[in-house]
């Protein structure tokens, strides 16, 4: 009985969200909205804030609360499938193979225009010796997206020369975009209350093999004159132990997971940021250091010394090298010239309000940025 109801309560929910996008009639669909963290979940956010146009998040956090993700896969599927996409302009998607196959077949039934965004590729980093099956089959989607939609972006250049080398398939370069107001309204005092601290090297990331949290306990290890803090989803001192085999030391603190403001607050508060992340698209935490002017440290990894301009604008080390990652952080804490200069390459390439004009012109019908 109780499952009826369940089932009842979903499919009233995905009715109800179907007919809003009917009535609403969005110009653009942009999908699929199941990730709950990270800068792939403020990517497609922006993407509707700051969109001159009327752009609908497939599923919207609302609706998705009440009918889940894994129905919308399974017991709606037909259902959708079958949506009526005349009058919009576009569908835009982003790393569910979900929506990137209701992409092409509304772009086969319906002629719809459909636009894909390559973030990152599933590298043997991204897991613990070899590839996820899942990650396997989004890696293969991925190639399907870019091989059949009518506009392909990367959201950096290496990645669009790697894709090009790879596969043989073109992209257009559109980078992820920063909030750049969001930035501005951080408070580094609400930081410095919450944690404790008055002066910190930073680590903002979920605990995840391809972002290599225990690298960074390492560093702490190394320089037991400074205050160290690890923010990010899953994260505990215990997880550090367990899972990483490193013991975390007394100048760090390990808070855990945290709002975006809060990270914010916190990266408007550090004396330097530091990155130890094994891969990276365009990481946008390292944009929005670049936005507060902070200073930053990252591996030799593409995707991280893109965004700092191959060190015009931060440090880079030798991923893995934990003596050359500390005279690193020293550098980066007494910088005051490259941190300075950021904040321009930020408003003049990065600022959401540059990138969605670019975009939006691809919405209505543009081939490249």
């Known amino acids: 009985m109780q499952e009826r109801r369940q089932a009842a309560s979903r499919r009233r929910a995905f009715n109800a969200w179907r007919k809003q996008l009917r009535s609403s009639r969005p110009d653009v669909l942009v999908g699929a909205n199941f990730v709950e963290?990270?800068?792939?979940?403020h990517h497609m956010h922006a993407l509707k804030e700051f969109s001159s146009l009327n752009v609908a998040l497939i599923p919207d956090d609302e609706s998705l609360k009440k009918m889940t993700e894994w129905s919308l896969k399974t017991e709606f599927h037909d259902s959708f499938l079958q949506f009526d996409t005349r009058g919009i302009k576009a569908a835009h998607s982003h790393v569910f193979p979900w929506f990137i196959g209701w992409c092409h077949h509304q772009q086969q039934a319906n002629g719809l225009r459909w636009i894909h965004t390559h973030h990152n590729w599933?590298?043997?980093?991204?897991?613990?010796?070899?590839?996820?099956?899942?990650?396997?089959?989004f890696n293969e989607q991925f190639l399907f997206a870019l091989r059949h939609a009518d506009v392909c972006l990367s959201v950096s250049k290496w990645q669009r020369d790697f894709l090009r080398k790879s596969f043989g398939v073109e992209t257009h370069y559109l980078p992820n975009g920063v909030n750049v107001e969001v930035c501005d309204a951080a408070d580094?005092?609400?930081?410095?209350?919450?944690?404790?601290?008055d002066q910190f090297v930073l680590y903002a990331g979920r605990n995840d093999p391809v972002k290599n949290p225990a690298d960074f306990v390492r560093l702490a290890i190394s320089l037991p004159e400074q205050q160290f803090l690890m923010l990010g989803h899953g994260l505990s001192s215990a997880t550090?132990?367990?899972?990483?085999?490193?013991?975390?030391?007394?100048?760090l603190k390990v808070m855990g997971e945290a709002t975006h403001q809060e990270t914010q607050d916190a990266i408007a508060a550090c004396s330097a940021l530091v990155v130890t992340s094994k891969r990276e698209g365009l990481p946008t935490l390292v944009l929005e250091a670049m936005t507060h002017g902070k200073p930053i440290v990252v591996p030799d990894e593409?995707?991280?010394?893109?965004?700092i301009g191959h060190g015009e604008f931060g440090f880079i080390y030798r991923q893995g090298d934990i003596d050359q990652l500390s005279a690193m952080a020293l550098e980066a804490i007494i910088d005051r010239?490259?941190?300075?200069?950021?904040?321009?390459?930020?408003?003049?390439?990065?600022?959401w309000r540059v990138v969605m004009e670019k975009l939006d012109r691809i919405y209505a019908g543009a081939s490249a940025p």
């Open 240 to 251: 550090l132990h367990d899972e990483w085999n490193v013991s975390v030391p007394e100048n």
């Open 37 to 41: 963290f990270g800068g792939t979940r």
């Open 188 to 197: 580094a005092g609400k930081a410095r209350r919450r944690t404790g601290l």
């Open 122 to 137: 599933y590298y043997p980093e991204f897991g613990r010796g070899e590839l996820e099956p899942w990650q396997t089959e």
């Open 302 to 307: 593409d995707g991280c010394m893109e965004a």
């Open 337 to 351: 010239e490259r941190c300075r200069r950021s904040r321009k390459r930020i408003l003049e390439e990065y600022d």
